[in-house]
């Protein structure tokens, strides 16, 4: 595939990827460019909200236990990442613009997702971008739930849904469309037969493919990666 597509953004597009063995990472590259949306969906993205629990055994049995919520900030003047981004655009909307708009993006951002597949086709097309794509439909669980919680984390949606977790599931609780996304692929032959077949249970993974997607994981650190 020296001199074929790699780079697929749409449904006719990803419908056409190749089926054969190799690696393949997700971006987010929305097809129209609107400011105030793309800060929200970085936001959802980067601003990963954390938690802590103390504990504190005493006489008797007794304990103490204190839960709070960890948010993160940046710099000396602990901003936050809606200030960095509001920041930004108003300093340099055109550039930002124009940088989602270019090839840039998967040179100079992290993949939101990255992966082995045995199929592209069957991995990429099948199980994630016609996934992702039922999930908006408006009769789907995942629309419904969201409809009545549009600020539901994935965790949550995940628990109360009784789903597990993949790629399509961290898009559509982020409210992303299938057309903003776009897909790299590494066609190779040279992937072990042992990594079994693609699916979206990852108890189902083989340890040749857990193993390899685990360097994956390391190198690219992908932003809803497996972690």
């Not at 236990?65 to 340099?92: C, W």
Request: negative net charge.
């Amino acid at each position: 595939m020296k001199n074929e597509q790699r780079q697929f953004q749409g449904g006719m597009q990803i419908a056409r990827i190749p089926q054969i063995s190799g690696l393949y990472a997700w971006y987010y590259k929305p097809l129209l460019v609107d400011t105030n949306a793309l800060t929200k969906t970085l936001i959802s993205f980067l601003d990963n909200q954390g938690e802590i629990q103390t504990q504190i055994n005493m006489r008797y049995g007794v304990r103490l236990i204190s839960e709070s919520s960890l948010n993160m900030f940046y710099g000396s003047q602990n901003q936050s990442l809606a200030e960095i981004f509001s920041e930004a655009i108003e300093y340099g909307e055109n550039f930002i613009t124009h940088f989602f708009k270019s090839e840039a993006v998967q040179l100079f951002t992290r993949p939101i997702y990255i992966g082995i597949a045995k199929n592209l086709y069957t991995r990429v097309y099948q199980q994630h971008y016609l996934s992702l794509d039922q999930m908006w439909n408006d009769d789907s669980r995942i629309s419904k739930y969201l409809t009545l919680h549009p600020d539901a984390t994935v965790q949550k949606v995940m628990t109360e849904l009784d789903v597990h977790h993949s790629f399509a599931l961290e898009a559509r609780v982020r409210h992303i469309a299938p057309r903003d996304l776009m897909v790299n692929i590494f066609p190779t032959e040279d992937i072990p037969s042992e990594i079994g077949n693609d699916n979206e249970d990852i108890q189902s993974d083989t340890n040749y493919r857990r193993i390899l997607e685990k360097l994956l994981q390391i190198m690219a650190d992908p932003i809803c990666g497996r972690r």
